[in-house]
């Protein structure tokens, strides 16, 4: 609004100021939808620790979540090394993940 009024006013500060805010505006758009998936991430990660062996069912079910998209972020957590899967054969709604061990950590037991 502010571009289109200095610009028909003359007043061209305006309308670079109007252009910057509209700019800006779209960067944290952008920015938004970027963290939004991080956040997704932190969830499961998150569900993931606090039940080991979870299926990639089990974990869209808990945090609410379409099961296509939690199948994304586990296998966006288990190729940065997050996750492992534990349990590869069946279907891929079946599959178990487990957090993944860290250098010079025990070996987690189904009781932890």
Known sequence: MNAWVGQTAGDYLAVSTGLC???CAAGLF????????YRADRVVLAYVATHPDA???RV??????????????LDRLTDDGLLTVASVGGPRALRTY????AIGQPKQTPDS
């Not at 952008?30 to 998936?37: H, I």
């Not at 487990?98 to 061990?101: G, T």
């Open 21 to 23: 805010v509209c700019a």
């Open 30 to 37: 952008g920015e938004d939808l970027l963290q939004r998936g």
């Open 55 to 57: 299926t990639t069912r």
């Open 60 to 73: 869209a079910r808990a945090i609410k979540m379409p099961q296509r998209r939690a199948t994304h972020h």
């Open 98 to 101: 487990r957090l993944a061990l």
